[in-house]
């Protein structure tokens, strides 16, 4: 399998309702378009905290059960970009699953 075939972008967004969104529609539409064309290389979760949509708090836990969905060895980069307390969380998480000896190489993840 070639390199492009396998890559995989798995965009977490986070809002409090979708008028506080930045890009939904493109998003949402670009995840559409993938499926229907039958990509299955991208892949949007979403979280709307005040419509209840995966109103799941997005703490180490959380980070923790969503990165043992994949095959570890396979994450390239990890893109971190929110508030400033969402941030924290994230860096937090990577750096005590690095710190366990846990299998997310140092230097794989970036917080903006």
């Known amino acids: 399998m070639s390199e492009q075939k396998s890559f ?3 965009f977490y967004a986070s809002f409090q309702d979708r008028a506080d969104s930045v890009a939904l529609e ?3 539409a670009f995840q559409i378009y ?10 949007l979760v979403l979280r709307l905290s005040k419509e209840k949509l995966n109103p799941a708090r997005w703490d180490a836990n959380y980070i923790n059960r969503e990165l043992n969905k994949h095959d ?3 994450i390239r980069r990890v893109w ?3 508030p400033p307390t969402m941030n924290e ?3 937090k998480a990577f750096i ?7 299998d997310l190489p140092n230097g794989t993840y970036e917080i903006l």
């Open 8 to 10: 995989k972008f798995i």
């Open 26 to 28: 493109l998003l949402a």
């Open 34 to 43: 993938c499926k229907a064309n039958g990509f299955k290389n991208f892949e």
């Open 72 to 74: 570890i060895r396979l």
């Open 80 to 82: 971190v970009c929110g």
């Open 89 to 91: 969380t994230f860096e």
């Open 96 to 102: 005590q699953r690095i710190a366990a000896g846990k």
